[in-house]
């Protein structure tokens, strides 16, 4: 019962500061407008919360941006080292043309692993499609190497080494434009096929003509190579005869 009658007292007390002139402006709103400020106050502290959560959301986009920022510039900056290597590469796969047309083995080329180091050094800065055209460049390349250049190698048919030297061309000739920064979309990877190996060597035919000695046997080693590759018109027409 004492402490009802304590409770009962303190509720008395602050019935009669409320309602004295000096803390009606005060406390008397505080006490009758409780809920009200409570919820205000809540109301203030999650405006805070939430003005600070946005800022800390702004603080990471800008981070997020800055390092996209940074990695673009990276690989520009890894793309402008392309085309001199592939420039270096291009003419080691002319001379390679030229030895192949004139009837001479390839093991007296040498690789130069300068651009193929760099190739390899830049390719971790690319997008995933363009490094794996890259790949397939420094994949190809070793496998060239492997099949042509190193010693007692030489079993292979007279088209095989101008497939080799026809797909390398190929796979450079598609990184150029990406390399001189004309394009920024990904090099996708391409397996080259028969039309496209045609057109490759032919663009190589007037700075083989005069190792080849005629056009005969320029005719004579694209044939070679085409060859060794499936004739699309062939298959159709095979597929038309076994329906009739």
Same mark, same amino acid.
């Given at each position: 019962?004492?402490?009802?009658?304590?409770?009962?007292?303190?509720?008395?007390?602050?019935?009669?500061?409320?309602? =004295?002139?000096?803390?009606?402006?005060?406390?008397?709103?505080?006490?009758?407008? =409780?809920?009200?400020?409570?919820?205000?106050?809540?109301?203030?502290?999650?405006?805070?919360?939430?003005?600070?959560?946005?800022? =800390?959301?702004?603080?990471?986009?800008?981070?997020?941006?800055?390092?996209?920022?940074?990695?673009?510039?990276?690989?520009?900056?890894?793309?402008?080292?392309?085309?001199? #290597?592939? #420039?270096?590469?291009?003419?080691?796969?002319?001379?390679?043309?030229?030895?192949?047309?004139?009837?001479?083995?390839?093991?007296?080329?040498?690789?130069?692993?300068?651009?193929?180091?760099?190739?390899?050094?830049?390719?971790?800065?690319?997008?995933? #499609?363009?490094?794996?055209?890259?790949?397939?460049?420094?994949?190809?390349?070793?496998?060239?190497?492997?099949?042509?250049?190193?010693?007692?190698?030489?079993?292979?048919? +007279?088209?095989?080494?101008?497939?080799?030297?026809?797909?390398?061309?190929? /796979?450079?000739?598609?990184?150029?434009?990406?390399?001189?920064?004309?394009?920024?979309?990904?090099? /996708?990877?391409? +397996?080259?096929?028969?039309?496209?190996?045609?057109?490759?060597?032919?663009?190589?035919?007037?700075?083989?003509?005069? /190792?080849?000695?005629?056009?005969?046997?320029?005719?004579?080693?694209?044939?070679?190579?085409?060859?060794?590759?499936?004739?699309?018109?062939?298959?159709?027409?095979?597929?038309?005869? /076994?329906?009739?």
């Amino acid at each position: 019962m004492e402490n009802w009658d304590f409770y009962f007292e303190g509720l008395k007390a602050i019935g009669s500061i409320s309602s =004295q002139p000096k803390y009606q402006g005060v406390v008397g709103f505080l006490y009758e407008w =409780q809920t009200l400020v409570s919820g205000s106050i809540a109301l203030t502290a999650g405006a805070l919360v939430y003005g600070q959560l946005r800022v =800390q959301r702004q603080q990471l986009e800008n981070d997020r941006l800055k390092h996209r920022d940074l990695l673009k510039r990276q690989e520009r900056a890894a793309r402008i080292r392309i085309p001199h #290597a592939l #420039a270096e590469l291009s003419e080691f796969v002319e001379e390679g043309l030229k030895l192949w047309v004139a009837g001479s083995k390839l093991n007296a080329l040498e690789l130069p692993t300068k651009p193929v180091d760099t190739l390899m050094a830049v390719a971790e800065w690319l997008d995933e #499609a363009s490094y794996e055209s890259v790949h397939e460049l420094v994949s190809a390349l070793q496998v060239f190497q492997s099949r042509h250049l190193e010693p007692g190698r030489s079993y292979f048919g +007279r088209g095989q080494p101008g497939k080799d030297l026809a797909v390398l061309a190929f /796979h450079i000739d598609r990184l150029f434009p990406f390399g001189r920064l004309k394009n920024d979309e990904p090099v /996708h990877f391409v +397996r080259p096929n028969r039309d496209d190996i045609a057109a490759t060597l032919q663009r190589y035919h007037s700075s083989l003509v005069l /190792h080849a000695g005629s056009e005969t046997v320029i005719k004579q080693r694209v044939q070679q190579v085409l060859n060794l590759l499936p004739d699309p018109s062939r298959r159709n027409d095979g597929r038309a005869a /076994h329906k009739d």
